[in-house]
């Protein structure tokens, strides 16, 4: 069930206020009937197909590589090693000078006898098949001398460091106040270390890439999140003109994160198609994707929390060591959420990383609040407990008049409101405070909540748009979908713009030579694009009213001057009116083009001036078997303050698949790392656990009525990934209320609830 708590709007297709529907996706037919076409089943005459081979030790170096019987293999045109490869830069520091370098750096691949980690590409093997590269790879004999490598975070703790910056340029600490004095001198503290582990996205959609060359320009067609990063780091790996470098990536499987930055095949299948002058694809299976896409990384949280008998929190401290690659810096801004959510005089929060010789952590859905408010908001509800306070009315007690740290105001902020309708709508008096006090036969049912909180962003875009004598719309711009909506909800906004039927709309995405977004990723793109589009729907506007005032081929020359309204199909001036079609085919039978941007936020003086934040309630119900610790889901609730809506629709199926990672998050998801080999052991979907429909229960999700005037034109706030924030801490807190067993350690397993429940009598 979607609940939008904003007045029905039945305007006409055709009219105004088509924003805000909930539109079925516009490219819901394509995918459903197979006619979307995805990175791998792009066609190129000829493509041979890559296979890669991993190193099998973790850290260490090549001594030698035999291909001889992989090149004699039958359809094998090339095999690739550190000793043939093209020529490509270094790699570099492992801290780029600026953030934006790190999704624009050269990534070479096979430049180097090195090994930097478990499966890291040694070889490249090109046949004219992909069984027939594949076989062909298992025929290379591969001989190393290995190093002893540094894998484990808990047994490297003291290796800790202070990195320079956190993800997105967050500063690494914070503090305010005298945290330490007021921490000891609190009546009512906690000082609890929680630990989430790694896990990895996993994309239905493995990453995958076809290469062709065309001269000394590539096509690359891949599942891209940002084309502009991918293009600008592609070309500097090849060492060649941004301009030489065109991405095509109009449909994605699911990215999450993983699909921000160049991987392995798309570089390798850029440097065989360039050797071999054809088209080259390259697919990483799914067991390599565990090594070569990317991973969120091990963390251990401390969070202290100081608190009058009142409730009124004192001091807030959050510490986060995490592990980082030794040779590329990583660090999830894990505890800057912290910095804005709750009231208290006395702050600090701090970032701290562990290296180890693993491939680079990356952006995996939420990064940072997703683990850091698994840990808090667990910790902020242990607090509840040992005041003998309603979680909610603790969190109602701290809630800050503005922001705690920066001191300006909130652009908006309903998270009092999610909490409290939430309430209402969940149930939530029926909750027990002592855990254990619901049964249902051998069942412990427990009620848990959180809160969530997401910072808005908005990144540099443009867009264009254009109509033709026909009244048919065409928007253009780099930005992706990867299966958020993102097609749909541009093509409402270009609809209500112009006042034209959805039909008459079409929205090219995925391609490079579009104009530059800030892309998919950080839940910026709908704001980002929207925004952008909105402005070149405006821009055309007054191209189209200009024209039609002052050309002599148009009927509305000499029409009252009133401001021109676009409804309906039509464009109305004072008591003249003329179809859109009729008017563009008189004054401009070429049509007519214009474009439109908006500026990164950190570029405005809103940015600056306000704290702006999308915010949400999870509630959760669960059924804890007392014989057997089974934890089974029962019901869930999201309460979403994010902005306006843009399309209940879809903002439904990203809260509902954020509060389904949430599930994983809590119960399922961890990536086991040998200590020994430094390699993941469950590298696949059979040992790698993930929701499945079973695991499912009832789901709502509820947004209330919010336009935040601040945030950009549209009032619009980002919403994809702030479904997952603080979801697992809600199951967590209703676990614990069900058992009675305070798990920090995550996920929740049986093993790990076995010991602490009540023994029954036989």
Not at 274 to 299: D, S
Not at 325 to 332: H, N, V
Not at 440 to 448: A, P, T
Not at 627 to 643: C, F, H, N, Q, W
Request: charged share 20%; net charge negative.
């Amino acid at each position: 069930m979607t609940e939008t708590m904003t007045p029905e709007n039945r305007s006409s297709e055709t009219g105004n206020g088509l924003v805000g529907q909930p539109i079925a996706r516009v490219d819901g037919p394509l995918k459903v009937t197979g006619r979307a076409t995805y990175a791998y089943e792009h066609a190129a005459n000829e493509a041979a197909y890559g296979y890669i081979l991993g190193a099998a030790i973790a850290k260490g170096r090549i001594v030698e590589i035999d291909t001889a019987d992989a090149e004699q293999a039958p359809g094998v045109l090339h095999v690739m090693t550190y000793r043939n490869a093209p020529a490509q830069p270094e790699f570099g520091p492992a801290v780029t000078p600026t953030v934006p370098e790190v999704f624009t750096r050269a990534r070479p691949m096979l430049n180097s006898d090195r090994v930097r980690f478990y499966d890291e590409p040694v070889t490249l093997v090109v046949a004219e098949t992909f069984e027939a590269a594949r076989a062909a790879a298992r025929l290379i004999r591969v001989r190393y001398e290995e190093e002893r490598g540094a894998f484990d975070l808990q047994a490297h703790l003291a290796e800790a460091y202070a990195p320079r910056r956190t993800n997105a340029g967050f500063e690494t600490d914070s503090a305010i106040g005298d945290f330490d004095g007021a921490f000891a001198a609190a009546p009512v503290k906690i000082d609890a270390t929680y630990r989430t582990p790694y896990e990895h996205h996993n994309p239905m959609e493995p990453h995958a890439t076809l290469a062709i060359w065309s001269g000394d320009e590539v096509t690359i067609y891949t599942g891209a999140q940002t084309l502009a990063n991918f293009r600008a780091s592609l070309a500097s790996t090849l060492a060649i003109p941004p301009e030489r470098v065109r991405i095509v990536s109009p449909f994605i499987g699911g990215g999450f994160g993983s699909k921000l930055i160049v991987h392995a095949d798309t570089v390798l299948a850029a440097l065989a198609a360039r050797v071999l002058r054809r088209p080259v694809k390259v697919a990483l299976t799914r067991q390599q994707m565990f090594a070569n896409a990317g991973h969120r990384a091990e963390m251990v949280h401390q969070v202290r929390l100081g608190a009058d008998l009142d409730g009124q929190l004192t001091s807030i401290g959050h510490d986060v060591s995490s592990a980082t690659s030794s040779f590329e810096e990583f660090c999830e801004q894990t505890a800057v959420f912290t910095r804005s959510l709750y009231a208290a005089p006395n702050r600090l929060t701090r970032h701290r990383l562990v290296p180890v010789d693993l491939n680079r952590g990356e952006w995996m859905r939420s990064p940072g609040e997703a683990p850091g408010m698994l840990a808090f908001e667990s910790a902020v509800d242990e607090l509840a407990e040992r005041l003998g306070l309603d979680p909610i009315e603790l969190r109602v007690r701290n809630e800050p008049t503005e922001d705690p740290e920066r001191g300006v105001p909130f652009s908006t902020r309903n998270l009092v409101a999610c909490m409290q309708e939430g309430a209402r709508r969940f149930g939530w008096k029926r909750r027990k405070p002592t855990p254990g006090r619901i049964r249902e036969g051998r069942k412990l049912i427990g009620y848990g909540m959180a809160a969530a909180i997401r910072p808005n962003y908005i990144g540099a875009t443009t867009a264009r748009v254009a109509i033709d004598a026909n009244g048919r719309v065409t928007a253009e711009l780099d930005m992706t979908d990867i299966g958020t909506g993102t097609y749909t909800i541009l093509t409402q906004i270009a609809a209500e713009s112009l006042g034209v039927p959805i039909a008459a709309v079409k929205v090219g995405l995925g391609d490079s030579r579009f104009p530059r977004t800030a892309g998919s990723g950080g839940s910026w793109g709908a704001a980002s694009a929207g925004s952008a589009l909105h402005h070149a729907c405006n821009a055309l506007k007054e191209k189209i009213i200009e024209a039609a005032r002052s050309d002599d081929r148009s009927p509305l020359r000499g029409a009252d001057a009133a401001a021109p309204s676009f409804v309906g199909g039509e464009v109305r001036a004072g008591d003249s009116s003329v179809s859109l079609a009729d008017l563009i085919g008189s004054i401009a039978p070429d049509g007519i083009e214009a474009t439109g941007s908006v500026a990164a936020a950190r570029a405005t003086e809103s940015y600056s001036s306000y704290s702006q934040h999308s915010y949400g309630a999870h509630f959760a119900e669960v059924a804890v078997d007392s014989d057997t610790g089974e934890v089974r889901m029962r019901r869930m609730l999201s309460v979403i303050g994010a902005g306006r809506i843009l399309n209940p629709k879809t903002a439904r199926s990203q809260i509902l698949g954020g509060m389904i990672w949430g599930i994983g998050a809590a119960l399922m998801e961890e990536t086991v790392l040998d200590p020994r080999y430094g390699h993941f052991v469950n590298g696949d979907l059979a040992e790698y656990h993930v929701p499945v429909n079973g695991d499912v229960p009832e789901m709502e999700v509820v947004f209330l009525e919010e336009s935040d005037d601040k945030a950009n034109p549209l009032g619009v706030k980002g919403l994809g990934e702030l479904g997952v924030c603080g979801t697992g801490a809600a199951i967590a807190n209703a676990i614990y209320n069900a058992t009675g067993i305070r798990v920090r350690e995550f996920p929740i397993t049986l093993d790990k609830l076995l010991p602490g429940l009540p023994v029954t009598a036989i």
